[in-house]
């Protein structure tokens, strides 16, 4: 599909994953080299070596070379073919660093995606089986990407030896709509996941009770959910953790986690966990700080037409993002301030106008 | 409280985002760094001595390493603040049951 020439170069082992999605869906080349080349352990990791496999698989006539001491990688893009595919992930990192990029990339697939996920399913790093869930899911319906998709949570895994397995169905789309998302609107509701695998199931509802202390000052529509996971289906090893989202009424969602960690009891956890979201909440915008490049890549993706959100201030990987998408699709943002009057907002209006992307890989039924 | 004072203070000087992204050479964390955090103070510190921090870097020390994660570390020093009642209350316009 690249022409020769038609390579575009980074170097590093950060934003990987984002920097491949771009790649495929862009149809250009990307070669990154210096990948750890001055770590004591240089290279790829086993877990970005599973994930280009697994980028493999959802894609027909990709061609990925590494080299010899893996420090630098070619990746010539195919098509997304999606399919039926079942992947093992590794034990270092959770099923959230997988299935972000794949999130991105199913929907332009030529047919719809059935992946099933094996390992560790909530985790400190990746978003959880859970926020993918509740929240990405739901920033994907902003675009018209709605009608079928779905995760389901089979069997949860904790870290260090998970155990858990996800199902995740999307369709297909031809194009995607274009977002106008200005108003961030008020909070209505607070819901929550709660879960506790192999410890006191008791340890769940603490959370609820101590989440429950901080929010319940602000609205009565709280809702927070105990997941019970029994026998094999609560994974290799114990662990808690809570997952919460801010609804507004204009249908922003923001969102925090807070997961186990040794020596730290559960009342904590759910302290971490709420007062994030409170710190989400005060950043204001209409996406969440997590899914800014997810809602910012469909925008570019969006059709010749202007699309807008609004925003809080840009993440590190948020502004890397924006640095790499004008390379791949030359589509920059116009970012000004939200509420140019208002002094004390750090909001901002992101607009660009969409590159009209269609999904040219689609079967037409 | 005190953060959002200090977040009042420092709006005076508007971060031009569309140049700091598209037309500087600046990498992500410097951009954000500029723009100081409230919330992070800490950061701020070891942004101060930031010179000699460079030339250290590149010698693959026991540094940990910078991993491509989604979620931000949680830190408890950094979420203190909200056991503040005045702090939580400054959000309260937020929520459709506080005045605006």
Redesign the interface.
């Known amino acids: 599909m690249a022409q020769a020439g038609n390579v575009i170069q980074f170097s590093g082992h950060q934003y990987l994953r984002h920097r491949l999605v771009l790649s495929i869906l862009s149809g250009k080349a990307v070669r990154i080299d210096k990948i750890r080349s001055d770590d004591k352990n240089p290279g790829l990791r086993d877990y970005e070596v599973s994930l280009l496999r697994l980028l493999e698989r959802i894609t027909n006539g990709t061609v990925i070379e590494i080299s010899v001491t893996g420090t630098a990688i070619l990746l010539k893009p195919g098509i997304i073919a999606g399919g039926s595919v079942t992947h093992d992930c590794p034990l270092s990192r959770s099923i959230g660093y997988f299935l972000e990029p794949v999130v991105m990339l199913a929907p332009f697939a030529k047919k719809s995606l059935h992946l099933t996920l094996r390992g560790i399913t909530t985790d400190d790093r990746d978003l959880s089986a859970d926020l993918i869930r509740t929240v990405t899911l739901p920033h994907l319906q902003l675009f018209g990407i709605s009608e079928g998709l779905e995760l389901r949570i089979k069997k949860r895994g904790s870290p260090p030896l998970g155990g858990g397995e996800v199902q995740f169905l999307c369709p297909i789309v031809k194009q995607v709509k274009t977002l106008n998302f200005v108003d961030s609107g008020r909070i209505k509701r607070i819901r929550g996941i709660s879960h506790a695998v192999r410890v006191n199931p008791q340890f769940s509802n603490r959370m609820i009770e101590a989440a429950r202390s901080v929010l319940n000052r602000y609205i009565p529509d709280i809702y927070l959910y105990s997941d019970v996971y029994k026998g094999e289906d609560s994974g290799k090893s114990p662990g808690y953790a809570l997952s919460i989202l801010a609804e507004s009424t204009t249908g922003a969602i923001h969102c925090a986690e807070a997961t186990s960690q040794p020596g730290v009891p559960p009342e904590d956890i759910a302290l971490l966990a709420s007062r994030a979201l409170l710190e989400e909440i005060r950043r204001g915008g209409c996406v969440d700080r997590k899914h800014q490049s997810l809602a910012l890549l469909m925008m570019v993706l969006g059709s010749e037409d202007v699309g807008r959100c609004r925003m809080g201030e840009p993440t590190a990987r948020t502004i890397q993002f924006l640095r790499d998408v004008k390379d791949f699709f030359g589509t920059s943002f116009k970012i000004a301030p939200a509420d140019p009057a208002d002094e004390t907002s750090s909001n901002l209006i992101f607009s660009a106008y969409g590159v009209g992307y269609v999904n040219a890989n689609r079967t037409i039924a | 409280a005190r953060a959002a004072f200090e977040?009042?203070g420092r709006?005076?000087k508007?971060k031009d985002?569309?140049k700091?992204?598209?037309m500087s050479s600046l990498s992500?964390?410097d951009?954000?760094r500029d723009?100081s955090n409230a919330?992070s103070n800490k950061d701020q510190t070891m942004a101060l001595d930031d010179e000699d921090f460079f030339t250290v870097v590149?010698s693959?020390g026991p540094q940990e390493?910078?991993?491509?994660?989604?979620?931000?570390?949680?830190r408890?020093e950094d979420?203190k603040e909200?056991e503040d009642e005045e702090m939580?209350d400054?959000?309260?316009?937020?929520?459709?049951?506080?005045g605006s």
């Open positions: 977040q009042h709006k005076g508007r985002w569309t700091l992204i598209y992500p964390a951009i954000l723009v919330s590149s693959s390493e910078v991993l491509d994660q989604t979620k931000e570390v949680l408890v979420l909200w939580l400054s959000i309260r316009n937020l929520f459709i049951t506080g």
